[in-house]
C-alpha cells in the first residue's frame, strides 16, 4: 500500500509522519505519534472520545483522514498542560470528581477548551450543548458541567 509523507503541526510542534491514505487520524495520533489521550469509543462519530481540533474546529479523529492533516494544525489533550502546570480545565476536572474512568476525558476537556476559546462564559445550558457531542457513562454530566464553569471563571479572572 502507498503510505504518504505528511506535514503538520500538533499541539504547536512541527511534526512530519506517514500514512497509508486510509488511515485515521485517531490512528495517526496514538499509534505514529505515540499521543494515547485521544480515545477510540465507538469509531463512528458519536461519543467524542477521540475529539481534537484541527484548524480550531473540534472534529472527532476518528472521522478524519490522517492525510487530511497535511498542512494544518491540531491540538490534543496532550497539548492542554505545560509541563507539570495542568490547564484550569484539567485541574478543576480534577478537584470536582468531573471524571472517573477516563475514556471520555480527554475528548471533553478538548471540546470544552474549544467552547472557551470561543465563548469565555457560557451558561450551563451553552455547555450542555457544546458537549452534546461527548458522551460519558461514569460521572454524569453535573460535574463535568460544574468543572467547565469554575474553569471558565477561573480563566476569566472572575
Known sequence: MNTLHISTTVNGDQTEFVCAP???LLDVLRNRLGLTGAKEGCGTGD???CSVTLNGRLVCSCLVLGVEADGAEIGTVEGLATGDHLHPLQRNFIDHAA??????TPGI?????????????PT????RYWLAGNLCRCTGYDKIIKAVQI?????RGA
Do not use: F, H, R, S
Open 109 to 121: 476537556l478538548v471540546a470544552a477548551k474549544a467552547l472557551l476559546e470561543k465563548n469565555p462564559d
Open 124 to 127: 450551563d445550558q451553552e455547555i
Open 47 to 49: 461519543c467524542g472520545a
Open 151 to 155: 474553569a471558565a471563571a477561573e480563566m
Open 22 to 24: 486510509d488511515e485515521t
Open 99 to 104: 471524571l472517573q474512568c477516563g475514556i471520555c
